[in-house]
């Protein structure tokens, strides 16, 4: 027996704030059309270490290090409507977000 029909929504972007900024658009958006959901719940932000020589012939011991941070964000719409659907497909949400969405 299949339960209810779920969205599953999760956020990607290396800045918190536009994160945090695109998740509140999305849950305002699915308050908005009566879905019910569950989240968001804060990921845990993927952490990448690179270091690089900062001289380009000697000075090996002298180096640069650089981190990118991936901040990731997770919301469930429980049983949502065709409205809920259309509304979410027409949403504008600022650039350097990367929105992934699966229907279970």
């Known amino acids: ?5 779920r969205i599953r929504i999760k956020i990607k972007a290396y800045d918190h704030k536009i994160a945090d900024q695109s998740t509140r658009t999305i849950i305002e958006t699915a308050e908005r059309t009566g879905a019910q959901l569950k989240g968001p719940v804060p990921l845990p932000t993927e952490k990448t270490k ?3 020589i900062r001289s380009a012939f000697v000075h ?4 640069e290090q ?8 997770l919301i469930d ?3 949502p409507k065709p ?3 259309d509304e979410l497909m027409n949403l504008n949400l600022p650039a ?3 929105v ?3 229907m279970l």
């Open 1 to 5: 027996m299949e339960g209810p029909q």
């Open 50 to 52: 690179y270091t690089t």
């Open 60 to 63: 090996k011991n002298s180096r």
């Open 66 to 73: 650089y981190e990118l941070r991936v901040h990731k964000r």
């Open 77 to 79: 719409i429980i049983d």
């Open 83 to 85: 409205k809920t659907v």
């Open 96 to 98: 350097g977000v990367d």
């Open 100 to 102: 992934e969405i699966k």
